[in-house]
């Protein structure tokens, strides 16, 4: 059963159901779709989250899941950040997917250090290692996860292991 998602502007995406078995990744594979800070581009943002998990090999309530955090995430960026663009990215390799919202801009010179934000909305420094990104690092409440970088670019996403139970 194929699933199609048109709309104008954006690039024409085709996909198939999801299988019930997850199949680990080979490569790495990642997927970035920046759009324009407009009013309505969160939703085609989320729409494009939609369309992506559910065409890879996904089952149908983990597609779900990760497709709801997306919406989440763009709805929130896009109110918490004046950014005049922002990406979705999608990061599968062989210890999961995660899915963020960001309004970073990717630039020369390396990755940026991504704080933990605390409930009380100040950056956490502690365990900070180079080199290590903290949402795809393995957390007990597997919620969406705020960081800022140090000069203020903000992300929202959320990491799901391989072996997530079904329905968590």
Same mark, same amino acid.
């Given at each position: 059963m194929g699933r199609t998602v048109s709309m104008r502007g954006l690039p024409r995406i085709e996909g198939r159901s999801a299988t019930p078995a997850i199949r680990i990744p080979a490569q790495h594979v990642t997927l970035s779709f920046e759009i *324009? +800070? *407009? #009013?309505g581009s969160q939703a085609a943002l989320a729409d494009v989250a939609v369309t992506a998990l559910s065409a890879a090999a996904l089952p149908a309530w983990l597609a779900r899941k990760l497709s709801e955090a997306a919406r989440v995430s763009a709805q929130f960026i896009y109110g918490h950040s004046?950014? #005049? +663009?922002? +990406?979705? *990215?999608?990061?599968?390799?062989?210890n999961g997917i995660t899915v963020a919202v960001t309004d970073y801009e990717d630039l020369p010179g390396g990755r940026p250090a991504w704080l933990d934000v605390t409930r009380a909305n100040t950056l956490q420094h502690d365990g900070i290692q180079p080199g290590i990104d903290p949402l795809t690092r393995h957390t007990p409440d597997d919620g969406l996860r705020l960081h800022r970088t140090p000069d203020g670019h903000i992300r929202l996403g959320c990491h799901a292991p391989w072996n997530t139970p079904a329905g968590t």
């Open positions: *324009l +800070r *407009l #009013p004046h950014a #005049p +663009r922002y +990406r979705l *990215l999608i990061v599968s390799d062989g």
